[in-house]
């Protein structure tokens, strides 16, 4: 199985994605539901920037290479477009792009679970309930 965390291209150049890839190995957040004693394989990418089509490329890549080398098929891989993309921050809101982005994930590469998010910080949860961020 895959787990593949779409990061978007503007905020990785501030973030390492060192968070993302710490909620997945501990399991926590929005991937709390995977079994911790299941080799789950991870892959990081970003969206391509703005208007995420990049995304499109990067997974078509990643579609032969699951096929050619793992034969694992596409339901037993999960997308998660990242709490960048889907959340807003002290960086920005969150994507205007992220329909376009799922669209090309499903529609054109046939990807089916999708989740939105993957590690949010507890500071930006107090600050998104006291209405400073926007809700979503």
């Not at 779409?6 to 993302?20: D, E, L, V």
């Not at 991870?42 to 050619?68: A, I, P, Q, T």
């Not at 959340?87 to 090309?104: A, G, S, V, W």
Request: a positive charge; hydrophobic letters at 30%; proline letters at 2%.
């Amino acid at each position: 199985e895959f787990a593949i965390i779409i990061q978007c291209s503007i905020a990785k150049r501030r973030c390492s994605g060192f968070y993302c890839v710490q909620s997945f190995y501990d399991k926590k957040g929005a991937f709390s539901n995977y079994p911790k004693d299941k080799n789950i394989m991870y892959l990081s990418m970003e969206c391509g920037g703005c208007c995420g089509k990049g995304v499109s490329s990067l997974l078509g890549h990643f579609n032969r290479k699951m096929v050619d080398f793992y034969k694992i098929p596409k339901d037993k891989t999960v997308v998660h477009l990242a709490s960048c993309m889907t959340n807003d921050h002290h960086h920005y809101d969150r994507c205007p792009h992220l329909e376009y982005i799922k669209d090309i994930i499903v529609r054109k590469h046939g990807f089916k679970n999708i989740i939105e998010g993957s590690f949010i910080w507890s500071g930006s949860e107090e600050l998104r309930e006291s209405g400073k961020y926007n809700t979503y």
